[in-house]
């Protein structure tokens, strides 16, 4: 949508050269922006059944959290190695140069849980597929991801798509990387 679109600031070389920073504050910030991008995944997924929301660590967080709350349903955090306190299951994904592992609460997801994934941005996609492995680890039945912006280019997306099976929809799109 290009309001919500427009309202995102775009940072070069941050944070590193080449790089272009698709900054989600300067939407966040705006109360319209905010309005719309929550009311937009709202309108989009009451009423289809979901039982909880998961974010990914930490701008997942700022989208999935008021969606939860306007679905009336929990929120699921979905965060970085060695910050969730109960026992957790991990998914290791690559980086571009080396490793991460985000964790999720094992008692977070029950059988027949049917579960919205929630991010800021997908690019590579890698974050997003570690996330609904670690669902499906728990039993989960994934639904849809849903991410604000999308980066098509790095073909995130479609991999999602094509390997897991995943739907994914994003509120706008950016050419390039
Ligand atoms: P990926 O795993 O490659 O799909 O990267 C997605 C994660 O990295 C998301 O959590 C984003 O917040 C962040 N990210 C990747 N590329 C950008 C970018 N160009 N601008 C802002 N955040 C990004």
């Given at each position: 949508m290009s309001i919500v679109k427009s309202k995102i600031r775009t940072i070069p070389d941050?944070?590193?050269?080449?790089i272009l920073f698709r900054d989600i504050t300067s939407l966040l910030l705006d109360p319209e922006g905010l309005a719309l991008t929550i009311g937009t995944f709202v309108n989009r997924y009451q009423?289809?059944?979901?039982t909880k929301v998961a974010g990914i660590e930490a701008r997942g967080f700022l989208t999935g959290a008021p969606l939860a709350f306007q679905l009336g349903v929990g929120f699921i955090p979905i965060r970085?190695?060695?910050?969730?306190?109960?026992e957790t299951v991990a998914e290791e994904y690559d980086l571009e140069y080396g490793k991460d592992v985000i964790e999720i609460h094992k008692d977070a997801v029950q059988p027949g849980d049917r579960i919205l994934v929630m991010d800021d941005l997908i690019a590579t996609g890698g974050t997003m597929i570690a996330a609904v492995k670690l669902l499906r680890k728990l039993?989960?039945?994934?639904y849809e991801a849903g991410v604000i912006?999308?980066?098509p280019d790095l073909g995130g997306a479609k991999k999602l798509k094509d390997d897991l099976q995943v739907p994914i929809f994003s509120i706008c799109e950016f050419e390039g990387h």
């Open positions: 941050y944070p590193k050269p080449g009423g289809k059944g979901i970085k190695k060695g910050k969730l306190p109960a039993g989960a039945e994934v912006i999308d980066l």
